[in-house]
């Protein structure tokens, strides 16, 4: 089948357009490039523009009737960012997604699988949230991914829309084939910023948060390798209508994580154990935004998507290591 990416050039969205490759379906690309690289899109099916542009939407499918639905990945994601702009991030997360569901379900592609994010949860005893658990998101990013479920939900509700939105816990890694990775120059996520160390890029690696309520302090995540996040939207995309049609309701919610909590203190030592010697490190209080953390109970990805985990953080850390080594050559900068 094909199926239209929005930020199908960015680090999940490329990722997912190698898994549909490699299970035998086409990828449509759609990204404004205003973050994801270009050579991300090298070799496939790419229309430069804006999410939120009627008529760049209307060729698209004009070109390509047969896209069986949509996977919503274009979003601005960076915390800290987003307290300091919040304007941007509701205009490019909120608005934006607002018109792109609007014009999908008018021009009849009523499919939709939204990346959305395990930020959303409130704090819970223990830290393991099932898709039930209550919600409380912290940052303007958070806000806009809760803001976006909501809208997809009550579209979906009152209009042909149809809405899986998975909910992401922490991607690490990179693709296994290495075609590609984390692309940012100064990545925010947490591995990324480990292999900047690693490389000499960075001076040493912080660990912003060592008071948080958990067994060593550190704030606590669900590291999923991303190629195992892009096989889960593989499955989402596949199933799309059986899932829909086993639970009932027109929009259903989806944890997407390992099903295990790793501390970043943890997180650290398993990245020296693969990168072999240890790096500089320090510790400092939480950045604007920042979180305890959760980890996923990913029960119902496992008996709605038949998906679960298969990669460990070793590979996940492998992976992002090697990719260090090779992004120059694809993107030009180390």
Known sequence: MKVLITGGAGYIGSTIAHALLDTGHTPVILDSLVTGPRA???????????????????????????????????ARIVVPESVEKPYLYYRE?????LELFKNLE???????????????????????????SPLKPSSPYARTKYMMEMVLEDLSRATRLRGIALRYFNPIGADPRLRSGIHVREPSHVLGRMVDVALGKLPE??????????????????????WDLAMAHVKAVERFDEVIEKVGSPYVAINLGTGHGVTVKELVAAFERVYGQPIPKREAPPRPGDVAGAYANADRALELLG???????????????????KRKEILGYA
Do not use: M
């Open 40 to 74: 991300f899109t090298e070799g496939k099916i790419f229309y430069e523009g804006d999410i939120a542009d009627r008529g760049l939407l209307e060729r698209i499918f004009r070109e390509h009737p047969e896209i069986h639905s949509t996977i919503h990945c274009a």
């Open 307 to 325: 998906w679960k985990a298969e990669h460990s953080i070793d590979e996940g850390i492998a992976s992002a290591l090697a990719w260090g080594q």
């Open 93 to 97: 997360n909120v608005c934006k997604s």
């Open 106 to 132: 008018e021009l009849g592609y009523p499919r939709v699988v939204f990346s959305s994010s395990a930020s959303i949860y409130d704090a819970v005893p223990g830290f393991k949230v099932t898709e039930t």
């Open 205 to 226: 690696f912080t660990i912003t948060g060592v008071n948080w309520p958990t067994r060593d302090g550190s704030g606590i995540r669900d590291y999923i390798h991303v």
